[in-house]
């Protein structure tokens, strides 16, 4: 099929996740194989599309999951729609994790917000082959307890074998028991020296920013801090050149790109 073309895909199910974020279960017609780090055009017909990374598993082919928050247009649109309606998607586009070289080190996850979604991939890819890996490191932060992204599968994920779970709010309440503070605090005392390991963040561009600084504190080489640059990938395809960062393409290049590619820019972060 044309990568270029957009396909059918039913709404199958529309969980709510917090206030702002839910997860759409698609079945797209013909399915939609991606890896793990790849992104998917995801439109609303009749009013446009945007770029999203699947929050599924990539050896799940019969559906497809994308959580994303409101916070704009078209997402405001998804936001009415109901099991049973028709969207459209087109891709996969970009680079995939290269899980190969990922095999006998230890994987930290961070995210933060909204930026476990594309994770989330990820870390049911790893699960795929959970003994390839030294161990998995989950470490995740949100800015309060009802806006936990997943807090109904975290219970399930603390049961895995060779799988480390951390999580911290901004602001906690009374139910809250786990860490309180920004994120980068679950990077203290890590249970593994950084050069056995590497990390994979996603977040928003201040939260991606300041784990940057605090990775390269703690030891992590520039080229195993993996960043999930998520601009404004509307072709998909390195055509129209609103993703450009620097040099490289968002869309093409990535979304996932390490450090030590963009560390030369002044502030790839804005």
């Known amino acids: 099929m044309n990568p270029y073309e957009p396909r059918p895909a039913s709404v199958k199910e529309v969980i709510v996740e917090t206030p702002t974020i839910r997860t759409f279960v698609l079945e797209p017609k013909p399915p939609l194989s991606f890896r793990a780090g790849q992104f998917v055009e995801l439109s609303v017909p009749g009013v ?16 497809i999951e994308f959580t994303i928050m409101k916070v704009g247009r078209v997402t405001s649109k998804l936001f009415a729609v109901r099991p049973g ?25 961070l995210g933060g917000g909204v930026g476990l979604a594309p994770l989330r991939s990820l870390f049911l890819a790893l699960l795929h082959n959970v003994n390839a890996y030294k161990h998995i490191h989950l470490y995740y932060g949100a800015r309060m307890p009802k806006e936990i992204v997943y807090d109904r599968l ?8 060779n799988v480390e779970i951390r999580r911290s709010v901004d602001v906690g309440d009374k139910t809250w028991k786990e860490q309180v503070g920004v994120v980068t605090v679950l990077l203290d005392k890590l249970p593994f020296k950084p050069k056995e390991g590497l990390a994979v963040v996603c977040g ?67």
């Not at 446009?48 to 559906?63: D, R």
């Not at 940057?212 to 395809?237: H, P, V, W």
């Not at 490289?248 to 804005?270: A, M, Y």
């Open 48 to 63: 446009g599309e945007a770029p999203f990374t699947p929050s599924s598993s990539p050896y799940e082919q019969k559906t």
């Open 85 to 109: 309606d028709t969207l459209a998607v087109r891709g996969p586009y970009g680079v995939p994790y290269a899980l190969g070289s990922y095999e006998d080190r230890h994987i930290l996850i």
């Open 154 to 161: 975290f219970k399930q994920w603390r049961t895995l074998k």
């Open 204 to 270: 928003p561009p201040l939260m991606m920013k300041f784990s940057t600084q605090r990775l390269l504190e703690l030891g992590f080489a520039d080229e195993d801090i993996y960043l999930s640059m998520e601009k404004n990938m509307s072709c998909g395809f390195g055509k129209c050149g609103h993703c450009r960062l620097g040099e490289l393409f968002c869309c093409k290049d990535g979304p996932v790109i390490t450090w030590d590619k963009i560390k030369h820019l002044e502030d790839p972060f804005v």
